[in-house]
């Protein structure tokens, strides 16, 4: 659904009514909370979420939901996303960052690119990853990364992620700087750790850039810095862009109001095979997702009732 940019009593350029997603380029020294608080005051809109957590040491693409749009977070959290990062050798911290403590200095002389490269090859793939104290991963509901600054050290369970590409773009020590794809869930941070341990010397990261998450790129992303109510209209994408990869099913006007009655329609022998497919009345309007129910009907599973003028 597009969304109403009309003003109807919010901010000047955008309505209380309008949703969306909004890709935004995070600056450094903000947390992803800091950002959705500014999309508050911009937009007039308490709805607001973002998908997917950015260090503040970090930059690059932060998306950021508004309105119903809020309901499809989860769908984004899980898209693959793309990473340039600068790591300093030699040098291991508590949080795996710049912004920590130095605790371990080591020297590097015998790294050299070939052997960088030759240890990159055990990263990528399904790897094993232990995520750092210092992450906003919850302990009997408490944050990891407050237990971390009170000195406490906890448990904390493998996780698996998978490296789909790790690319050396620069060699200049005691810096390296590398970019990487990679599944939801992967901690940069972590990977750099372990790449300093595996070769001996440490290491941790310098400057961190994401650089796409899903098909949302950097280079469409709107600086934080120049967005004003006018320029967060301009840059609203529909919500249905939340879910552009799953299978699109344009319903028939007598589905369409059966789905929204909160009732299962026919699957039909030609219409696609997935678990969860974005629907679309005949008019193209986005109204929500339907999954594929035992019998092979489709069910409704998040319906978006379309938003009447008044």
């Not at 650089?211 to 209209?233: C, I």
Request: aromatic share 4%; charged share 25%; net charge neutral.
């Amino acid at each position: 659904m597009t969304s109403d940019l009309s003003n109807l009593g919010g901010k000047p350029g955008i309505s209380k009514a309008s949703e969306g997603v909004l890709n935004i380029d995070k600056p450094g020294g903000m947390t992803s909370h800091d950002v959705v608080n500014r999309i508050r005051r911009l937009s007039g809109i308490r709805r607001v979420g973002h998908a997917g957590t950015l260090d503040p040491l970090a930059t690059g693409v932060l998306l950021v939901c508004i309105g119903r749009a809020t309901r499809l977070v989860e769908y984004l959290v899980g898209q693959p996303k793309v990473y340039e990062t600068t790591i300093r050798m030699g040098q291991s911290t508590n949080t795996y960052d710049a912004d920590g403590e130095v605790l371990v200095e080591r020297p590097l002389d015998d790294l050299t690119p070939e052997r960088l490269i030759e240890n990159l090859a055990q990263f990528r793939g399904v790897i094993q990853q232990m995520p750092p104290m210092y992450s906003a991963i919850k302990k009997d509901g408490q944050p990891l990364y407050k237990l971390a600054r009170k000195g406490i050290e906890v448990e904390r369970a493998v996780r698996e992620v998978t490296i789909y590409e790790l690319e050396l773009l620069a060699y200049a020590l005691p810096d390296v700087r590398l970019r990487v794809t990679c599944s939801s869930g992967t901690y940069i941070r972590a990977l750099a750790h372990d790449l300093g341990e595996s070769l001996g010397c440490g290491g941790h990261i310098l400057t961190l850039r994401r650089t796409a998450v899903g098909d949302y790129s950097v280079r469409e992303a709107a600086p934080l810095h120049e967005l004003d109510p006018a320029l967060l209209a301009a840059s609203l994408q529909p919500s249905d862009s939340a879910v552009a990869q799953m299978t699109r099913l344009d319903l028939s006007e007598a589905d369409t109001q059966s789905v929204l009655l909160g009732q299962r329609v026919a699957r039909l022998e030609e219409a696609p095979r997935a678990a969860l497919v974005r629907a679309y009345d005949p008019a193209g309007r986005f109204i929500g997702i339907l999954a594929e129910a035992e019998d092979q009907s489709w069910q409704p599973h998040k319906i978006f009732h379309p938003i009447t003028e008044k």
